[in-house]
C-alpha cells in the first residue's frame, strides 16, 4: 500500500450526523469515543465539520427536511470519502419507515457503502463497520 | 537660485491658488492643480540636490507683511467666535491677539532675525514629504471632489474655493518647516490653522462648521502658547536674537526657567498633533471630504506639530522635559489605539490610528537618542505614505459604495478588488514586518528601554493595533464562494495617487538603507549626532549602541530577506494558485444553506423553514474600548501628564 | 560560516517538522493514558498529515490559500530567526505576522463559524503578545543587547532574572498550544470549539499545512523557552520538555474558560509580572 493510502486507513476522521434517530444509535456512536471502547487509538477522532471528514457516520431515517440538509453535507466532504449507515433506521428506515414524513433509508439521498444493523447498534458492531468501510477506503484512487 | 526655490516651494501655491479661484473650467482647473503639483515636486527635488542653506529674502518688508497678515487671520478668527457665538474661538482668540498686539506695541519688539528660514536636512525630508504626498493628494481631490459635489447634487460648484484652500495650505507648510525666526513660523502655524478651518467647515454642514471651530479653539490653545514663548524669549533673553530656531536648539539660551519656552512650544505641537486630550478634534475634522482629512490630518499638517518637536530636541535633551514629552507621547500612542478598537467607521479608526502613531513620533522624540530621533524621522515618511494612502483609499471606497461604515465594506472584495488589494496592503503595511512602519517602530522599542515606562506602552499599544487593523481587513475581504470577481476601473485622479503611494512604499521600505545612509542620517544629525544604524550587506540594518570605544549590536533587521519572504509567503501563492470551479463548496452552516446548491449563497432556513440571510458583524468592545468608557480616564491621565509636562519645568 | 548556517537551517527545516509531529504524538498517547485510555500511536500526526494530502483540492475562497501559505512561511521564518540567533524582536513580530495571517485567513470568506473562530483568535493574540514584547524587552534589560546571540554568550541563564516572565510564559504556552483552559479559537484533536473555528473553511492539502505550522510553531515555542536556559544547553531544553509536560496536566485538570477571561488573566497577571520583572531589573541594573 502507498504511503497515502495506508495514512488513510490509519487516520479516520468521521463525521457524525443524526438524521431524525430516536439517539439511542448516536449514545452508541458516542460510547465508542469513551475509554472502553476507545476508538481513538485507532486514529478515529469525531471532526464536527464535513471539510475536514473522510467517514461519514449516519444515524437515523432521512426525512423530507434532513435530505437537503444531509446532501448538503455530504457535498462538502472531501473525496475520498464513505458513508457508514448506524442502525436499522438508517438502512431501511426502521420503525418509522411508515411516517409520512420519511423517506426511507440514507441509500434514498446519498450512495452508502456500508450498512451497520441494529437497533441500537452495539459500539462493537459499529467498529466493525468503520473498520470495514476503512478497507473499502484503502482501495479508492 | 535659492530665491526661485523658496519663492516656488511658499509663493506658488499662493499664486496657484488664486489662479484656481479663477478657472471655473474642471479640466482647465485640473491642469493648473497637476501643473503646480509637477513644479513643486521638481522643487523639492532640487532642495534635496541642492543639499541645506540658509535664506533671508530681501527687497521687500515681508515682516511687516507677514504681522499684518496675522492680525488679519486673528481678526477673522474673532469674527468667527462672534458670528458663531463660540465663546471658545473667541476667548482664545483673545488670548492670541491681545498678546500679540503688547509684544508689538508695547513691547516694541523688533523681530529682524537672520537668517530668516534655515533649510537643513530635516526640513528637506519635510518639504519632500510635503510636495510629494501634498501633490498627490491634491491631484486625487480634482476628481473625489468633482464625484463629491454630483454626489450631493450641488448647485453651486465649490471645488475653485476648497482646490484654493488645499493648495495654498502646501505654501504655508513648506513655509512652517523652513522657518527660522519664530514669529514667522508663528504666522505659517497660523496659516495651516487658518487652512484647517476652511477645508473642515467646507461642506457648511452644522456639524462640519462646529468640527471646523472646535479644531480652531483647539489650534488656537497651541497658537496662545507659542505667542507666549515668544514674549517670554524676547523679555527674558534680551532681544531679536533669542527668535531664532537655530539659538533656541544651539544651547543659546542663558538663565533660569529656559526651558518654559521650549515646552510650551512642545505644548503647541502637542495641540497641532492632536495629541491626548485634544484628540477629539481631529476625530470631529473626520467630518470633511477626504482629501482633507489625508492631507491635513495624516500626512501633512498634524505632521508640523511632531516636526516642532523633534525639531526642539536639542533644547531639551537630557532634562527632565524630554522625559515628560516621552510619556505623553507614548500614553497617547496607548490611549488612542485603544480607542481606535471600537470605532465603527473607517474614517476614525483612521483618525485614532494617526494620533497613535504621532504619539510615537512624539515619544521618539522625548527619548531622545541618535535612534530613536531615526526613528522619529522614519515614522514620519513612512507614516505619511501609508496613512495618506489609506485615507485615499477610504475615500475611493466612499465614493463606490457611499458609505464610511467598516460594516458596509463587508465584502468589498468581489464589488472592488483593486481597490480592496490597495487597501489591504495599506493596511498591512501599517503594522507589519517587513513594512517602514513596523521598521520604525521596531527601532522606537529598541530604542525605548532608556524610559521604560514609555516602552511598556510601546508594546501595549502595538498588540493594540494589530487588533483594530487585522479586524478592518476581516471585514474587506470577508465574501462568499465565488470566482472571477470583475475588476473595476479608477478614475486616473484617484488611481495615479493610489499607485504611486502603494509603489513609494515598497521602493522607500525595500531601499530604506542606502536612503537612510546617505539622507535620513543627515537629517537624525541636525537634531542629535551620532548615528546607531549600520546598513551591512544586503539591506541589513544593524542596530548599535551609541559608544564610540565599543559598539555592540543591539539588534538586527534583514530589510531584503524579509521581503523575500513576503513575497514567497503572499505573493506567490496569490499569483500560483488557481481554483475550478468544481472545486467550489458552499461555507458549513450546519448543511441549512437554501439556494439549491449553489456555493455563493448565504442564505438559510431559519426556523418554519424560513429562508433567512446570514449576517455577520464586526466586533467593536463599545462596552471596553468605547469612547464613554476610555476617554474619561484616559483624558484625565492626559491632562496630568500635560499639567506636569509645563508645570515641572517652572517647579524643578 | 555561511555554510554551517545554511546546514543548519536545513536541518531545521526538514528535523522540525519530524520532531514537532512526535511531539503532538507523544501528546495525544499521554493525555489518552492520562484518561485511562491506550491512545493512537505516536507517529499518527503523520499518518493525519498524508492523509490529508491525499485529499481532493477544495475549497470556499481563492484568498484561503494565500493566508494558509502565510500562516506556514512567517512560522518557517520565526523558526529560521531563532535558529540563526538574530534578532529576539523581530522574531515576535514574524510571529505576530503568522498569527494575523491565520485570522485573516479565517476571516476570508462568510462562514459564521470560521468567522468567530478568526475573532476568537484575534482575542488570543491581544492576550498573548504583550507578554511577548515584554520578553523581549527583559531580554534586552539582562542583556543590553536583543539578540539571541547575546543570550548565548552569557554563563548565568536568563530563568534567575527573568523567573517571572518565565511564568508568564508558560502562560502564552498553553494559549499558543491551545490547551485548555484556552483552547478557544480552535482546538486540536478531540476538542470542539465552535465546530473547529479558524480552520473551519480549510479541508484537504491546505489544512494539512496547517499542522506542519503547528509543528514548526511547537519547536519554536519549546525553543524560546529553552532560550532560558543556554548554558548547557541541553538543561534549557529540558526545561521546555518538562513545560511541554506540565501544559498536559494542565489541559486535562482545566475546563475551557471565555474569551474574556483569558484577556483579562493576561492583562492583569501577565503584565504585572513582566513589568515587575523589568521595573526590578532596571532599579538593580540601570540602563547599560
Given at each position: 500500500?502507498?504511503?497515502?493510502?495506508k495514512?488513510?486507513?490509519?487516520?479516520?476522521?468521521?463525521?457524525?450526523f443524526?438524521?431524525?434517530?430516536?439517539?439511542?444509535?448516536?449514545?452508541?456512536?458516542l460510547?465508542?469515543?469513551?475509554?472502553?471502547?476507545?476508538?481513538?487509538?485507532?486514529?478515529?477522532?469525531n471532526?464536527?465539520?464535513?471539510?475536514?471528514?473522510?467517514?461519514l457516520?449516519?444515524?437515523?431515517?432521512?426525512?423530507?427536511?434532513?435530505?437537503?440538509v444531509?446532501?448538503?453535507?455530504?457535498?462538502?466532504?472531501?473525496?475520498?470519502?464513505?458513508?457508514?449507515?448506524v442502525?436499522?433506521?438508517?438502512?431501511?428506515?426502521?420503525?418509522?419507515?411508515?411516517?409520512?414524513?420519511?423517506?426511507?433509508?440514507?441509500?434514498?439521498?446519498?450512495?452508502?457503502?456500508?450498512?451497520?444493523?441494529?437497533?441500537?447498534?452495539?459500539?462493537?458492531?459499529?467498529?466493525?463497520?468503520?473498520?470495514?468501510a476503512?478497507?473499502?477506503?484503502?482501495?479508492?484512487? | 537660485?535659492?530665491?526661485?526655490?523658496?519663492?516656488?516651494?511658499?509663493?506658488?501655491?499662493?499664486?496657484?491658488?488664486?489662479?484656481?479661484?479663477?478657472?471655473?473650467?474642471?479640466?482647465?482647473?485640473?491642469?493648473?492643480?497637476?501643473?503646480?503639483?509637477?513644479?513643486?515636486?521638481?522643487?523639492?527635488?532640487?532642495?534635496?540636490?541642492?543639499?541645506?542653506?540658509?535664506?533671508?529674502?530681501?527687497?521687500?518688508?515681508?515682516?511687516?507683511?507677514?504681522?499684518?497678515?496675522?492680525?488679519?487671520?486673528?481678526?477673522?478668527?474673532?469674527?468667527?467666535?462672534?458670528?458663531?457665538?463660540?465663546?471658545?474661538?473667541?476667548?482664545?482668540?483673545?488670548?492670541?491677539?491681545?498678546?500679540?498686539?503688547?509684544?508689538?506695541f508695547?513691547?516694541?519688539?523688533?523681530?529682524?532675525?537672520?537668517?530668516?528660514?534655515v533649510?537643513?536636512?530635516?526640513?528637506?525630508?519635510?518639504?519632500?514629504?510635503?510636495s510629494?504626498?501634498?501633490?498627490?493628494?491634491?491631484?486625487?481631490?480634482?476628481?473625489?471632489?468633482?464625484?463629491?459635489?454630483?454626489?450631493?447634487?450641488?448647485?453651486k460648484s465649490?471645488?475653485?474655493r476648497?482646490?484654493?484652500?488645499?493648495?495654498?495650505?502646501?505654501?504655508?507648510?513648506?513655509?512652517?518647516?523652513?522657518?527660522?525666526?519664530?514669529?514667522?513660523?508663528y504666522?505659517?502655524?497660523?496659516?495651516?490653522?487658518?487652512?484647517?478651518?476652511?477645508?473642515?467647515?467646507?461642506?457648511?454642514?452644522?456639524?462640519?462648521i462646529?468640527?471646523?471651530?472646535?479644531?480652531?479653539?483647539m489650534?488656537?490653545?497651541?497658537?496662545?502658547?507659542?505667542?507666549?514663548?515668544?514674549?517670554?524669549?524676547?523679555?527674558?533673553?534680551?532681544?531679536?536674537?533669542?527668535?531664532?530656531?537655530?539659538?533656541?536648539?544651539?544651547?543659546?539660551?542663558?538663565?533660569?526657567?529656559?526651558?518654559?519656552?521650549?515646552?510650551?512650544?512642545?505644548?503647541?505641537?502637542c495641540?497641532?498633533?492632536a495629541?491626548?486630550?485634544?484628540?477629539?478634534?481631529?476625530?470631529?475634522?473626520?467630518?470633511?471630504?477626504?482629501?482633507?482629512?489625508?492631507?491635513?490630518?495624516?500626512?501633512?499638517?498634524?505632521?508640523?506639530?511632531?516636526?516642532?518637536?523633534?525639531?526642539?530636541?536639542?533644547?531639551?535633551?537630557?532634562?527632565?522635559?524630554?522625559?515628560?514629552?516621552?510619556?505623553?507621547?507614548?500614553?497617547?500612542?496607548?490611549?488612542?489605539?485603544?480607542?481606535?478598537?471600537?470605532?465603527?467607521?473607517?474614517?476614525?479608526?483612521?483618525?485614532?490610528?494617526?494620533?497613535?502613531?504621532?504619539?510615537?513620533?512624539?515619544?521618539?522624540?522625548g527619548?531622545?537618542?541618535?535612534?530613536?530621533?531615526?526613528?522619529?524621522?522614519?515614522?514620519?515618511?513612512?507614516?505619511?505614505?501609508?496613512?495618506?494612502?489609506?485615507?485615499?483609499?477610504?475615500?475611493?471606497?466612499?465614493?463606490?459604495?457611499?458609505?464610511?461604515?467598516?460594516?458596509?465594506?463587508?465584502?468589498?472584495?468581489?464589488?472592488?478588488?483593486?481597490?480592496?488589494?490597495?487597501?489591504?496592503?495599506?493596511?498591512?503595511?501599517?503594522?507589519?514586518?517587513?513594512?517602514?512602519?513596523?521598521?520604525?517602530?521596531?527601532?522606537?522599542?529598541?530604542?525605548?528601554?532608556?524610559?521604560?515606562?514609555?516602552?511598556?506602552?510601546?508594546?501595549?499599544?502595538?498588540?493594540?493595533t494589530?487588533?483594530?487593523?487585522?479586524?478592518?481587513?476581516?471585514?474587506?475581504?470577508?465574501?462568499?464562494?465565488?470566482?472571477?470577481?470583475?475588476?473595476?476601473?479608477?478614475?486616473?485622479?484617484?488611481?495615479?495617487?493610489?499607485?504611486?503611494?502603494?509603489?513609494?512604499?515598497?521602493?522607500?521600505?525595500?531601499?530604506?538603507?542606502?536612503i537612510?545612509?546617505?539622507?535620513?542620517?543627515?537629517?537624525?544629525?541636525?537634531?542629535?549626532?551620532?548615528?546607531?544604524?549600520?546598513?551591512?550587506?544586503?539591506?541589513?540594518?544593524?542596530l548599535?549602541?551609541?559608544?564610540?570605544?565599543?559598539?555592540?549590536?543591539?539588534?538586527?533587521?534583514?530589510?531584503?530577506?524579509?521581503?523575500?519572504?513576503?513575497?514567497?509567503?503572499?505573493?506567490?501563492?496569490?499569483?500560483?494558485?488557481?481554483?475550478?470551479p468544481?472545486?467550489?463548496?458552499?461555507?458549513?452552516?450546519?448543511?441549512?444553506?437554501a439556494?439549491?446548491?449553489?456555493?455563493?449563497?448565504?442564505?438559510?432556513?431559519?426556523?418554519?423553514d424560513?429562508?433567512t440571510?446570514?449576517?455577520?458583524?464586526?466586533?467593536?468592545?463599545?462596552?471596553?474600548?468605547?469612547?464613554?468608557?476610555?476617554?474619561p480616564?484616559?483624558?484625565?491621565?492626559?491632562?496630568?501628564?500635560?499639567v506636569?509636562?509645563?508645570?515641572?519645568?517652572?517647579?524643578? | 560560516?555561511?555554510?554551517?548556517?545554511?546546514?543548519?537551517?536545513?536541518?531545521?527545516?526538514?528535523?522540525?517538522?519530524?520532531?514537532?509531529?512526535?511531539?503532538?504524538?507523544i501528546?495525544?498517547?499521554?493525555?489518552?493514558?492520562?484518561?485511562g485510555?491506550?491512545?493512537?500511536?505516536?507517529?499518527?500526526?503523520?499518518?493525519?498529515?498524508?492523509?490529508?494530502?491525499?485529499?481532493?483540492?477544495?475549497?470556499?475562497?481563492?484568498?484561503?490559500?494565500?493566508?494558509?501559505?502565510?500562516?506556514?512561511?512567517?512560522?518557517?521564518?520565526?523558526?529560521?530567526?531563532?535558529?540563526?540567533?538574530?534578532?529576539?524582536?523581530?522574531?515576535?513580530?514574524?510571529?505576530?505576522?503568522?498569527?494575523?495571517?491565520?485570522?485573516?485567513?479565517?476571516f476570508?470568506?462568510?462562514?459564521?463559524?470560521?468567522?468567530?473562530g478568526?475573532?476568537?483568535?484575534?482575542?488570543?493574540?491581544?492576550?498573548y503578545?504583550?507578554?511577548?514584547?515584554l520578553?523581549?524587552?527583559?531580554?534586552?534589560?539582562?542583556?543590553?543587547?536583543?539578540?539571541?546571540?547575546?543570550?548565548?554568550?552569557?554563563?548565568?541563564?536568563?530563568?534567575?532574572t527573568?523567573?517571572?516572565?518565565?511564568?508568564?510564559?508558560?502562560?502564552?504556552?498553553?494559549?499558543?498550544?491551545?490547551?485548555?483552559?484556552?483552547?478557544?479559537?480552535?482546538?486540536?484533536?478531540?476538542?470542539?470549539?465552535?465546530?473547529?473555528?479558524?480552520?473551519?473553511?480549510?479541508?484537504?492539502?491546505?489544512?494539512?499545512?496547517?499542522?506542519?505550522?503547528?509543528?514548526?510553531?511547537?519547536?519554536?515555542?519549546l525553543?524560546?523557552?529553552?532560550?532560558?536556559?543556554?548554558?548547557?544547553?541541553?538543561?534549557?531544553?529540558?526545561i521546555?520538555?518538562?513545560?511541554?509536560?506540565?501544559?498536559?496536566?494542565?489541559?486535562?485538570?482545566?475546563?475551557?474558560?471565555?474569551?474574556?477571561?483569558m484577556?483579562?488573566l493576561?492583562?492583569?497577571?501577565?503584565?504585572?509580572?513582566?513589568?515587575?520583572?523589568?521595573?526590578?531589573?532596571?532599579?538593580?541594573?540601570?540602563?547599560?
Amino acid at each position: 500500500m502507498g504511503l497515502i493510502q495506508k495514512s488513510r486507513v490509519k487516520s479516520p476522521w468521521i463525521l457524525h450526523f443524526d438524521n431524525s434517530s430516536c439517539n439511542g444509535c448516536d449514545i452508541e456512536v458516542l460510547a465508542c469515543l469513551t475509554p472502553l471502547y476507545d476508538v481513538e487509538r485507532f486514529g478515529m477522532v469525531n471532526m464536527g465539520n464535513p471539510k475536514h471528514a473522510d467517514i461519514l457516520l449516519i444515524t437515523g431515517p432521512v426525512n423530507r427536511r434532513t435530505a437537503r440538509v444531509l446532501k448538503n453535507l455530504y457535498e462538502q466532504v472531501p473525496d475520498p470519502k464513505v458513508v457508514v449507515c448506524v442502525g436499522t433506521c438508517g438502512a431501511t428506515g426502521g420503525v418509522f419507515h411508515n411516517c409520512y414524513n420519511v423517506l426511507g433509508g440514507v441509500d434514498k439521498v446519498i450512495p452508502v457503502d456500508v450498512y451497520v444493523p441494529g437497533c441500537s447498534v452495539r459500539p462493537e458492531a459499529i467498529i466493525d463497520g468503520v473498520v470495514m468501510a476503512l478497507q473499502k477506503l484503502a482501495s479508492m484512487r | 537660485m535659492a530665491d526661485s526655490m523658496m519663492a516656488i516651494a511658499i509663493l506658488l501655491p499662493v499664486v496657484a491658488g488664486f489662479l484656481i479661484l479663477a478657472v471655473r473650467n474642471y479640466f482647465a482647473r485640473g491642469a493648473v492643480v497637476i501643473l503646480t503639483a509637477l513644479i513643486l515636486i521638481a522643487n523639492s527635488i532640487y532642495f534635496t540636490l541642492k543639499g541645506p542653506f540658509t535664506y533671508t529674502p530681501g527687497g521687500f518688508n515681508w515682516g511687516l507683511l507677514i504681522t499684518i497678515l496675522d492680525y488679519g487671520i486673528l481678526i477673522f478668527y474673532l469674527y468667527i467666535g462672534i458670528s458663531l457665538r463660540n465663546w471658545l474661538v473667541l476667548i482664545f482668540a483673545l488670548t492670541q491677539i491681545i498678546p500679540l498686539a503688547y509684544f508689538e506695541f508695547v513691547m516694541k519688539a523688533h523681530i529682524e532675525v537672520t537668517p530668516a528660514f534655515v533649510i537643513d536636512n530635516l526640513s528637506i525630508v519635510m518639504t519632500l514629504v510635503i510636495s510629494i504626498i501634498g501633490s498627490l493628494i491634491c491631484i486625487y481631490a480634482i476628481r473625489y471632489m468633482y464625484d463629491h459635489e454630483h454626489h450631493l447634487h450641488l448647485e453651486k460648484s465649490k471645488q475653485s474655493r476648497f482646490l484654493f484652500w488645499l493648495v495654498l495650505f502646501l505654501g504655508a507648510m513648506n513655509g512652517l518647516v523652513f522657518a527660522n525666526n519664530l514669529v514667522w513660523l508663528y504666522f505659517f502655524w497660523e496659516v495651516t490653522t487658518l487652512c484647517c478651518y476652511q477645508l473642515i467647515s467646507h461642506d457648511r454642514t452644522e456639524l462640519a462648521i462646529k468640527n471646523a471651530a472646535r479644531a480652531l479653539w483647539m489650534n488656537a490653545t497651541g497658537g496662545t502658547a507659542f505667542i507666549l514663548a515668544i514674549i517670554y524669549l524676547y523679555a527674558t533673553q534680551g532681544g531679536a536674537n533669542a527668535l531664532s530656531m537655530q539659538t533656541i536648539i544651539g544651547g543659546g539660551l542663558q538663565g533660569t526657567l529656559v526651558l518654559l519656552p521650549v515646552a510650551l512650544m512642545c505644548y503647541t505641537g502637542c495641540t497641532k498633533a492632536a495629541q491626548m486630550p485634544f484628540q477629539s478634534w481631529l476625530l470631529g475634522a473626520m467630518v470633511a471630504p477626504t482629501p482633507v482629512s489625508a492631507l491635513l490630518h495624516s500626512s501633512t499638517m498634524v505632521k508640523a506639530g511632531v516636526y516642532l518637536v523633534v525639531r526642539l530636541a536639542p533644547a531639551f535633551a537630557g532634562t527632565y522635559l524630554s522625559i515628560a514629552i516621552a510619556m505623553v507621547g507614548a500614553f497617547t500612542f496607548f490611549g488612542t489605539s485603544a480607542l481606535a478598537i471600537s470605532q465603527t467607521t473607517g474614517k476614525r479608526v483612521l483618525a485614532y490610528s494617526t494620533i497613535a502613531n504621532l504619539g510615537l513620533i512624539i515619544a521618539c522624540a522625548g527619548i531622545n537618542t541618535p535612534l530613536s530621533i531615526a526613528a522619529a524621522i522614519m515614522l514620519i515618511i513612512f507614516h505619511a505614505i501609508s496613512k495618506g494612502l489609506l485615507f485615499l483609499c477610504a475615500g475611493t471606497i466612499e465614493h463606490q459604495i457611499w458609505s464610511r461604515e467598516i460594516e458596509d465594506m463587508e465584502g468589498l472584495a468581489v464589488k472592488a478588488p483593486l481597490t480592496t488589494l490597495i487597501t489591504a496592503v495599506g493596511i498591512l503595511s501599517m503594522f507589519l514586518p517587513p513594512f517602514g512602519m513596523l521598521l520604525g517602530k521596531w527601532i522606537a522599542l529598541e530604542a525605548a528601554y532608556i524610559v521604560p515606562l514609555a516602552a511598556v506602552f510601546f508594546v501595549l499599544a502595538s498588540t493594540l493595533t494589530i487588533v483594530f487593523w487585522t479586524k478592518w481587513l476581516g471585514r474587506l475581504l470577508q465574501v462568499l464562494p465565488k470566482l472571477g470577481w470583475p475588476i473595476e476601473r479608477l478614475s486616473p485622479s484617484y488611481a495615479v495617487p493610489l499607485w504611486t503611494l502603494l509603489i513609494g512604499i515598497f521602493v522607500i521600505g525595500i531601499g530604506i538603507g542606502p536612503i537612510y545612509q546617505n539622507f535620513l542620517l543627515a537629517a537624525t544629525n541636525n537634531v542629535i549626532s551620532g548615528n546607531q544604524i549600520i546598513s551591512l550587506g544586503l539591506n541589513n540594518l544593524v542596530l548599535t549602541t551609541p559608544s564610540f570605544l565599543q559598539r555592540e549590536i543591539l539588534g538586527v533587521f534583514p530589510v531584503w530577506p524579509l521581503y523575500l519572504i513576503l513575497i514567497v509567503a503572499l505573493l506567490l501563492p496569490f499569483l500560483m494558485i488557481g481554483l475550478k470551479p468544481t472545486e467550489l463548496r458552499p461555507v458549513y452552516m450546519c448543511g441549512e444553506q437554501a439556494g439549491g446548491g449553489a456555493p455563493d449563497t448565504d442564505e438559510w432556513f431559519a426556523e418554519a423553514d424560513t429562508v433567512t440571510k446570514c449576517q455577520l458583524g464586526g466586533y467593536y468592545y463599545q462596552n471596553i474600548f468605547g469612547e464613554k468608557r476610555v476617554c474619561p480616564w484616559a483624558n484625565a491621565i492626559a491632562i496630568l501628564l500635560l499639567v506636569i509636562m509645563i508645570g515641572g519645568v517652572i517647579v524643578l | 560560516m555561511m555554510i554551517n548556517q545554511l546546514l543548519l537551517v536545513f536541518i531545521v527545516l526538514v528535523g522540525a517538522p519530524i520532531v514537532g509531529g512526535l511531539l503532538f504524538g507523544i501528546d495525544r498517547k499521554i493525555t489518552a493514558r492520562m484518561q485511562g485510555r491506550y491512545g493512537p500511536p505516536i507517529v499518527q500526526p503523520f499518518y493525519d498529515f498524508f492523509k490529508l494530502l491525499g485529499k481532493q483540492h477544495i475549497a470556499v475562497s481563492k484568498m484561503q490559500f494565500v493566508w494558509i501559505y502565510g500562516y506556514l512561511v512567517f512560522m518557517i521564518a520565526s523558526l529560521i530567526f531563532l535558529v540563526l540567533k538574530s534578532d529576539f524582536l523581530l522574531l515576535v513580530f514574524l510571529l505576530g505576522f503568522a498569527a494575523v495571517s491565520l485570522v485573516l485567513g479565517g476571516f476570508s470568506t462568510k462562514s459564521p463559524y470560521a468567522h468567530f473562530g478568526a475573532n476568537r483568535e484575534l482575542m488570543q493574540i491581544m492576550a498573548y503578545e504583550p507578554i511577548l514584547l515584554l520578553l523581549a524587552i527583559g531580554i534586552y534589560a539582562q542583556n543590553g543587547s536583543f539578540l539571541i546571540s547575546e543570550i548565548f554568550k552569557h554563563d548565568k541563564p536568563l530563568l534567575f532574572t527573568l523567573w517571572p516572565l518565565f511564568l508568564a510564559v508558560l502562560y502564552v504556552l498553553t494559549i499558543k498550544m491551545r490547551k485548555s483552559p484556552f483552547d478557544i479559537a480552535t482546538s486540536h484533536h478531540g476538542h470542539q470549539e465552535v465546530v473547529k473555528g479558524v480552520t473551519t473553511e480549510y479541508s484537504g492539502p491546505y489544512f494539512a499545512l496547517f499542522h506542519l505550522a503547528e509543528w514548526y510553531e511547537i519547536i519554536l515555542l519549546l525553543g524560546i523557552i529553552a532560550l532560558f536556559w543556554t548554558n548547557p544547553l541541553w538543561v534549557g531544553i529540558l526545561i521546555a520538555l518538562a513545560a511541554f509536560i506540565i501544559e498536559l496536566f494542565i489541559d486535562n485538570i482545566a475546563a475551557r474558560l471565555t474569551v474574556s477571561w483569558m484577556v483579562r488573566l493576561s492583562w492583569s497577571v501577565g503584565l504585572i509580572l513582566g513589568i515587575a520583572n523589568i521595573a526590578y531589573i532596571y532599579f538593580t541594573k540601570g540602563v547599560s
